[in-house]
């Protein structure tokens, strides 16, 4: 069942079983705003389990470019073209929210971005890989984030 994300209620819906999902709904909440603002966008999310091809494609992704497995089950994940760019999220159990940004144009840009709600630590799997940088939200207290830029062809 899709869900449209609201930043002005921001709701534990589809996080319950997270050990950080107020957090991680306010991380899920700065999104929504993000692409409301910058592009006038809803962002909308679906249980993983009905967005598989959005979650393997980012897996295939990080797999690919970094090996990197991500530990934690995914809870929610979306796919959608905005303004020349596809992006898909993977909001994760553990409170990781997995991003990638894809311009359809050949010179664009293509990255992973990693963000970290409020409270959960920094996952094994990335920990000896990135540093990462503080943001302050008032949707999501402090997000932690990092990235990497994407060289194969997806």
């Known amino acids: 069942m899709t869900y449209v ?22 991380l899920r909440a700065n999104e929504a705003r993000y692409f409301k603002n910058k592009y006038n966008h809803n962002f909308t999310v679906e249980p993983a389990g009905e967005a598989q091809e959005a979650v393997d494609r980012v897996h295939r992704i990080l797999r690919e470019e970094r090996d990197i497995v991500i530990e934690s089950e995914p809870l929610e994940a979306t796919d959608f073209q905005v303004a020349g760019i596809r992006w898909c ?3 994760y159990r553990s409170g990781l929210s997995v991003n990638v940004l894809y311009t359809l144009e050949s010179a664009g840009k293509h990255a992973v971005g990693f963000k970290l709600a409020d409270g959960m630590e920094v996952p094994v799997e990335l920990a000896t890989r990135f540093k990462f940088a503080r943001q302050k939200s008032k949707l999501a207290g402090t997000i932690r984030g990092s990235y990497f830029v994407i060289k194969g062809e997806y």
Not at 5 to 26: I, K, Q, R
């Open 89 to 91: 999220y993977v909001f």
């Open 5 to 26: 994300v609201s930043f002005d209620d921001v709701s534990t819906v589809g996080l319950e079983s997270s050990p950080v999902a107020a957090a991680l709904a306010g």
